[in-house]
Structure formats: C-alpha cells, structure tokens
C-alpha cells in the first residue's frame, strides 16, 4: 500500500530539546515538503527538497533543520532554536517538478511541556 | 510576498444550498491552482486542480484572472462535503513546485 508515513503521531518535547521528526515514502516521488499547520493560519512551508542530498528553506525554516539522505525519507528536526514548536506538522511529496498534487501524510502533533 | 486569501473561517448552509467558497490571490496570471479539502480524521487530499477543468464530487473552479479568484463552487451541498477546504495557488519562483494555501474554510452542511 503506497503512501507517506509520518511517525509519530504525537510527539512530547521539553523546553530545550530538540526532536526529529520522521516522514518516509514508497511512492517514488522526487519532492518532499514539510508544513507547519496552526489554528487559522492554514499551511506555512518550513524546508522542501526535489531530489536527494538537495533541500531549500520555505517560509519559516528558523529553528527547524531537515535532510535529504535516501530519496525515501525527509526528516525534520524542531531544534531548541525554534521559538513557538508546538504545532502540528504535514509532510507531503509529489511525483516530479510541474506536478503539484500532493500526496500528504497523517501529520505528527508536537507539543512542548 | 505572495499571499492566498480565504475571507471566510466557517461556511454553513444546509443541505441542498448552493455553495461557495471563496479564494482569492495577491497576484495574477497564475497557470495553476488548486483545492485541497481535509474530511474528518482523514488526510489532506488534493480535490481539484484548475487545469483540468474537471468537476469532482459536484465541484467545479473557476479562474477568473481580472479578479485574481479561484472560488469553489458546487449548486446542491450535501452533508458528506462537511470538511476543511483550502485554496492553494503555487508559490512563485525558485524553480521548485511548491504550493502556498489559504487559511482554510470550514464547510458545514447541517441536514
């Protein structure tokens, strides 16, 4: 069953922390997206890539880092730098550059205690 | 800075009503946009794109370049359309494809 996995589901952070947050695909897509979704403020981009070993800063990419290791996987890290984590986070991945359907994953909520 | 505009958090009608739900953009001559809608304990999921002037589940976009808008638009709702609907335009630039959205419109259709 093809698609994006996004684990965890809900992910606990202490002040000062830093958390990586996974999101793997077996779609065979070339671009990956991480989002950052807050109550009425839609979807911001934080880091997206196109291909491996290559990722470029969205909109909001202060206090996050991300890598492009396999084609596969795009994990994000909320480093401590990031002011306001808590949040819920949506990787995506589409198939080639000119193509913009996105195939989303569940998400991953992170709160920080 | 580019932006995507949904005037409205929460669009409520009945079951049967015309519905409409608004998307403007900061900039024109777009040659692609998109709705996405989020149902209920589901995943974020592509509904339409403009470029395939396709209508599904009874939906249907219109690109109106003059008045940079991309409302979404179906003549009968039904209760099953209750979900999350967000407008997303693509960003420009940077030779990547990547996808601003909106804030989103909830779309409430009571029986």
């Known amino acids: 069953d093809g698609g994006i996995t996004q684990s965890p589901k809900y992910l606990f952070r202490k002040e000062g922390q830093n958390v990586t947050l996974s999101c793997e695909q077996n779609?065979?897509?070339?671009?990956m997206y991480w989002y950052r979704q807050d109550p009425g403020q839609g979807l911001r981009l934080i880091y997206y890539?196109?291909?491996?070993?290559?990722?470029q800063k969205g909109d909001i990419a202060e206090g996050y880092s991300v890598s492009r290791e396999k084609k596969e996987s795009f994990p994000l890290t909320v480093t401590s730098a990031q002011k306001n984590p808590t949040a819920f986070y949506l990787c995506?991945?589409?198939?080639?550059?000119?193509?913009?359907?996105?195939?989303f994953g569940s998400g991953t909520r992170l709160t920080v205690v | 800075a580019q932006r995507v505009t949904q005037p409205e958090k929460l669009l409520s009608v009945f079951k049967g009503a015309p519905v409409e739900l608004k998307c403007n953009y900061s900039?024109?001559?777009?040659?692609?946009l998109f709705w996405y809608v989020q149902y209920s304990r589901q995943r974020l999921q592509l509904l339409l794109r403009?470029?395939s002037r396709e209508s599904i589940k009874g939906f249907t976009a219109d690109l109106n370049k003059g008045e940079t808008s991309f409302h979404l638009k179906k003549p009968f709702a039904q209760e099953e359309d209750s979900a999350m609907y967000y407008c997303?335009?693509?960003?420009?630039?940077?030779?990547?494809?990547?996808?601003?959205f909106g804030a989103g419109t909830r779309l409430a259709v009571h029986p």
């Open positions: 995506a991945s589409n198939p080639q550059q000119g193509d913009y359907g996105y195939t």
């Open positions: 779609l065979n897509h070339d671009a």
């Open positions: 890539s196109q291909i491996v070993n290559d990722f």
């Open positions: 900039y024109s001559g777009s040659p692609e």
């Open positions: 403009h470029i």
């Open positions: 997303a335009p693509p960003s420009l630039g940077g030779g990547y494809n990547k996808l601003i």
